[in-house]
């Protein structure tokens, strides 16, 4: 600090005043950040220190100013060396666009596109790329100023790349600079990279002077005062960790840069073991790690990035939905814990009224969770994953966080690895297996472990590639989009999955207890009341289309009414279309429909007496068979296409008339086809449907049956509507007025504590009052497990 003196004294003079911020530093994709319009330094206004020192971040513009008017100091030496690291450690593939000439790079990651962006248009770009070289283009950093603009084009020789991975949590890159010295970078989390650094006074004097800048630069500006500047390792890497503390409460995600000489005698050994462990077949990784772990020590600190990674549209608003259809939301994510918090303020999982509970790795969590056993705020836990490392050690106090998580509104977890983030979702799924389905959805690769242990796994495609998306039962290219997969074609899903197991088990209780009542009037021989080639059809030919189409077209809401209500996602999760309840209702029905099915025709065409139907005015068995499968074809398509059915459409018509059109054929068909010399003499067929179609008894048979089966059905369900009205019922009801519908969206879309807190504005409306039996909505029955829920809007 004592020796920074100069250089304060001439940043008084050359700090232009044109302040950009972060937030405005960069207002299209397209933008270049080195286009400086001014054509020499006095046409800037200047600035003094003391608003300089109120500038909370310095721009772009600042940054180029101070290095080019301040040649041959420690800062522009550190500068240049930093943006080197920055265009070197990463592992981009620059290509040429045919079109435009430019320089586009190909990434494995955002972060890394971004980074590599940011040195081009510091004046540090990557020209070409091939095995074991890099070439790189230095600007002068002033293009635009006239006979300053110098070009320096270097190739750098790659050694060895040590790639980044989950365990790790950093990458590095071994390279010859063009004056012969061998250096590595390194690039981390800042958690990892803080304790490879050395200690301040153990630096050898060959690091001193960090200028890399090998070529004669005619046009520099000469400074004949310059000093050879010791800086204080300490203060800067005291600033460095409070500037990285500032940028993570901003919600930027961090790295930070180290770097290292490195002798020709301890490289020379360590790269013959490095080479012999890459062709390992066995635990290579492991053995890479381990030989990595020998020479990325001893660092020295070079410099500290924040990418800004916006939010999607509608992350706030799809988050809050969740909430409100009874899922709570745990975030899962890498980044540092001021950024993960500020993250969950902005997609509203985190809320300002919310209860934060810390725990480190020494918290009590027994004690935690006796404390807030009566939980009255939105508690949010926040947790990293030291802290989870040393919980899950212990089989206790992993249950009592479990428990005290299970009672909060959410969970943030911070410095989580993917082996982490399956932990949680894993210990989730088998604590309340019974109760819960989780959901885990990101666009990483570090993802893939918490997709695949969730019951619902979701990938995001992006900039992060396709890894997570392969990976998952689901795709979405936006988070947004889960309240669509959730909210209405999950909720259609289930809503058709359930009519179609209720009528495909009521269709065939329905035929075949019709059997068994027959069997009543033949002392059980077994006979059967139908031909069997009619009895083989029935599943495939004469009812399979109406539950076919109920269990793909059904929707008893529209998409509008799910999209604004959230709440009506809650049915899936209390059961409500498909339970025990509902399962023996349909039977119940089938089964009085089946006594009606064969009673009644019987009735008809003579009464019985002990069991027995009277012989001089019961028909032939196939002819009573045949009247009897009849009825049983219109109640089972009448029945699913358009009493169970509250979304009738053209399938729903065209599907009823081919079963009920389909059997009429068959039978004309079959009573021509069956030949004559049939050995038995049970079932006369041939020309009986020609001979019984045309009696009015017949027809008469079939309209009396059918509507004694499905007119009581049909007032029955009208009662119950009437006494008991359910959720769905409600809203199909309100969908006929829209103006009514709109009201209670906007009653329904309240939040719990956005109501109580505005309860007494009159203008508001309350969805009890309105409609008492929204059905005391219960709490979650599902846990979705998040990350990264930021966008792929990524920004230096």
């Known amino acids: 600090m004592n020796n920074t003196d100069d250089l304060n004294d001439k940043t008084d003079d050359i700090i232009p005043t044109a302040s950009v911020t972060r937030q405005n530093s960069v207002t299209s994709v397209n933008f270049s950040m080195i286009a400086p319009s001014p054509t020499s330094p006095s046409s800037y206004s200047m600035k003094s220190k003391k608003v300089l020192g109120s500038q909370s971040i310095m721009s772009t513009l600042d940054l180029l100013t101070l290095i080019h008017y301040l040649p041959n100091t420690p800062f522009e030496q550190r500068a240049k060396f930093f943006l080197l690291a920055m265009s070197l450690c990463h592992t981009c593939v620059p290509e040429v ?282 508690m949010v836990i926040v947790i990293d994953g030291d802290a989870l490392m040393k919980i899950e050690q212990d089989i206790v106090i992993m249950e009592s966080f479990l428990d005290l998580s299970i009672k909060c509104d959410a969970v943030i977890c911070c410095r989580a690895s993917p082996s982490q983030k399956a932990l949680l979702v894993r210990s989730i799924r088998e604590k309340l297996k019974n109760s819960v389905v989780t959901l885990a959805i990101g666009d990483g690769a570090n993802d893939i472990a918490m997709i695949q242990e969730a019951h619902v796994g979701i990938g995001i495609t992006g900039r992060e590639g396709l890894q997570a998306a392969r990976s998952s039962d689901y795709s979405i290219s936006q988070f947004r989009f889960l309240q669509n997969l959730l909210f209405v074609h999950g ?143 219109f109640i089972v398509t009448l029945h699913i296409s358009y009493l169970q059915s509250h979304n009738w459409t053209g399938f729903s018509h065209v599907t009823s008339f081919l079963m009920i059109g389909g059997w009429f054929a068959f039978q004309i068909m079959y009573s021509y086809a069956y030949p004559t010399n049939n050995n038995s003499t049970m079932y006369e067929i041939r020309g009986v449907f020609q001979r019984v179609g045309n009696k009015v008894t017949f027809w008469s048979v079939v309209l009396l049956t059918v509507s004694f089966a499905l007119i009581p059905h049909f007032i029955l369900k009208i009662l119950k509507n009437l006494i008991k009205t359910t959720v769905v019922e409600f809203y199909q009801e309100a969908e006929k007025d829209q103006k009514y519908l709109k009201k209670l969206i906007e009653c329904e879309n309240i939040d719990s504590e956005d109501f109580y807190n505005e309860e007494k504005d009159s203008t508001k409306f309350d969805a009890n009052q309105i409609f008492k039996s929204s059905e005391n909505h219960n709490s979650s029955s599902t846990t979705i497990v998040d990350d990264n829920i930021d966008g792929n809007m990524t920004r230096m």
Request: glycine residues 6%; charged residues 25%.
């Open 97 to 378: 666009d045919k079109e435009t000439g430019d320089i586009i790079y190909q990434a494995s990651s955002p972060d890394e596109f971004a980074i590599a962006n940011t040195a081009k248009d510091l004046g540090y770009t990557i020209t070409d790329r091939s095995r074991g070289k890099v070439s790189l283009r230095i600007n002068d950093l002033m293009p635009n100023i006239p006979d300053e603009n110098i070009v320096l084009n270097q190739d750098f020789q790659i050694l060895n790349i040590l790639e980044f991975s989950s365990k790790r949590k950093r990458m590095s890159v071994i390279c010859r600079l063009p004056d012969g010295r061998i250096c590595l970078f390194c690039k981390g989390a800042d958690s990892v990279i803080l304790d490879r650094l050395r200690v301040a006074n153990e630096k050898d004097a060959i690091d001193q002077k960090v200028d890399i800048d090998s070529g004669n630069n005619d046009n520099h500006m000469e400074n004949n005062d310059s000093k050879t500047y010791e800086f204080d390792d300490n203060w800067i890497c005291q600033q460095t960790i409070r500037h990285l503390h500032e940028f993570a409460i901003e919600g930027l995600r961090t790295l930070l840069y180290a770097h290292r000489y490195i002798e020709e005698e301890e490289y020379i050994p360590w790269n013959k073991q490095f080479q012999e462990a890459s062709n390992l077949l066995r635990n290579k990784r492991e053995k890479l790690e381990e030989i990595s772990e020998l020479i990325e020590r001893d660092l020295e600190l070079t410099g500290a990035t924040a990418i800004e990674d916006k939010l999607q549209r509608g992350v706030p608003e799809t988050i809050k939905k969740l909430r409100l259809a009874g899922i709570k939301v745990w975030m899962l994510t890498g980044d540092k814990r001021e950024t993960a918090i500020n993250i969950g303020h902005s997609c509203s999982i985190v809320k300002d009224h919310s209860m934060i509970i810390n725990i480190e790795k020494n918290t009590d969590l027994i004690t935690i969770a006796n404390i807030l056993k009566d939980k009255t705020a939105h």
């Open 491 to 633: 909720r259609w899903s289930y809503v058709r999955v359930s009519k179609f197991a209720l009528g495909t088990l009521y269709k065939c209780m329905c035929f075949y207890l019709t059997q068994g009542l027959f069997q009543l009037f033949t002392a059980f021989s077994g006979t059967s009341l139908y031909e069997q080639w009619s009895l083989a059809s029935y599943n495939t030919l004469f009812t399979s289309l109406p539950v076919m189409v109920i269990g793909i077209f059904e929707k008893d809401l529209n998409y509008d009414t799910l999209i604004a209500i959230p709440s009506l996602y809650k049915i899936g999760q209390e059961n409500k279309e498909f339970n025990i309840k509902i399962f023996f209702s349909w039977m119940i029905g089938a089964i009085c429909h089946a006594i009606t099915i064969v009673f009644v025709p019987i009735l008809f065409h003579g009464y019985f007496r002990d069991y027995e139907i009277r012989i001089g005015g019961s028909p032939q068995i196939f002819e009573l068979g045949m009247i009897i499968y009849t009825c049983v074809v």
